[in-house]
């Protein structure tokens, strides 16, 4: 019913930059919140930041002041700017959201994205 697809992933330089974009589709009725979490080898999959509509984006405390995320909602767009970008970011970068799919309440219910590598060399 709703697909998202990440890009903007890649290989970069500690302390480069890379922004990545997923884009939400299908059948949309609202969406009610976005957000961006990833996956290291051997590790949990975990928060980097997720906004819901009306309230504040929450950032991990690993990414505070380095990253950046943004929304587009008329395109269904999430944006995350990576900047000073270090080995320890590297990751499957998700893109999550919470998507009504009509404007029944018990509609809602969260999708992924496939993920996109993020790898940051020393």
């Known amino acids: 019913q709703v697909q998202l697809v990440e890009s903007g992933g890649g290989l970069v330089q500690a302390g480069g930059s890379l922004r990545l974009s997923c884009i939400a589709s299908g059948t949309i009725f609202n969406i009610n919140a976005m957000g961006w979490y990833r996956q290291a080898p051997g590790k949990q999959r975990e928060l980097v930041a997720h906004h819901t509509n009306g309230r504040n984006t929450n950032y991990a405390d690993s990414v505070k002041g380095r990253f950046t995320m943004s929304r587009d909602d008329a395109k269904n767009t999430v944006y995350l700017q990576m900047n000073s970008l270090k080995v320890e970011d590297t990751a499957v970068y998700y893109c999550?959201?919470?998507?009504?799919?009509?404007?029944?309440?018990?509609?809602?219910?969260?999708?992924w994205g496939q993920g996109t590598q993020v790898t940051v060399s020393s």
């Open positions: 999550n959201a919470d998507v009504f799919t009509s404007s029944w309440m018990g509609s809602l219910a969260p999708y």
